[in-house]
């Protein structure tokens, strides 16, 4: 084959993911790098999973969310920024019971439909509504903060600080967080400044204990999952 017969087909190869990109999302071509990952994602992507733009961007991958709720099981969890809800699933099949809140009501339906392709939905309380809101009502053992990150976005900056989680800094998530349990999971970028993480620990009064996990899909780092805890989740 020429090179130039390889380049059209390679461009015919990717209009045909880009159409079919649209046609299932109806989104921009913008998620093509994501939509080639979506058994990374979601195991069970051709079942019926549907996410929106957005969702495509912040779902956990599904081994980072398997590993995450392992250390969960058991435990009343609630996950806070729960959006198409992979971290959502993979908790309802380890522990007792989840909380899954989401300010979007269009990704909390794209959880519960999500939640129901892996046969767990009912497992699951799914609250429409603001995290920082509902915190003085909420009770559970276990608190996952998955908080937006900015986007794509928080690659470029050498190393990303707390105070650029939305929507409020890191530092008063975790306060508000506190309120509900000492027991709780960060999920961060790859970049977070380790130094800012550590110092919510030792801050803690009693002092926390802090594990960090590097997250990795293919060989490739993905994110950082701070766990705290009082004595070990
Ligand atoms: P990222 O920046 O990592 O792509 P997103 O912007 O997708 O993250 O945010 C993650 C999820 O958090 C979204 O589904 C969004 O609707 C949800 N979210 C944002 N603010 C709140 C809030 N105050 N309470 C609950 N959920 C929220």
């Known amino acids: 084959m020429t090179r130039s017969m390889k380049l059209k087909k390679r461009s015919r190869l990717k209009k045909g993911i880009k159409s079919t990109i649209k046609k299932e999302n109806g989104s921009s071509h913008k998620i093509t790098k994501y939509w080639i990952q979506r058994y990374h994602l979601f195991s069970r992507y051709d079942q019926g999973i549907e996410l929106d733009e957005e969702g495509w961007y912040s779902v956990t991958p599904e081994v980072i969310a398997i590993k995450q709720a392992q250390r969960c099981r058991g435990k009343v969890v609630i996950d806070c920024f729960s959006g198409v809800g992979g971290n959502t699933i993979q908790f309802a099949k380890v522990c007792s019971s ?44 276990v608190v996952f903060l998955s908080p937006p990150w900015g986007g794509p976005m928080y690659r470029d900056v050498e190393s990303y600080k707390l105070d650029m989680l939305q929507p409020r800094d890191g530092y008063s998530l975790f306060q508000i967080a506190q309120s509900i349990t000492p027991n709780i999971i960060m999920f961060l970028p790859r970049n977070v400044d380790l130094a800012q993480v550590e110092e919510l620990a030792w801050l803690s009064s009693p002092p926390l204990t802090l594990e960090i996990e590097e997250n990795f899909v293919g060989g490739r780092m993905k994110a950082v999952t701070a766990y705290f805890s009082c004595n070990a989740v």
């Open 98 to 141: 989840v909380v899954a809140i989401d300010i979007d009501p269009v990704k909390v339906e794209l959880a519960m439909n999500n939640a129901m392709v892996y046969g767990v939905a009912n497992r699951v309380d799914f609250v429409i509504g603001d995290f920082i809101q509902l915190a003085p009502s909420l009770k559970g053992d």
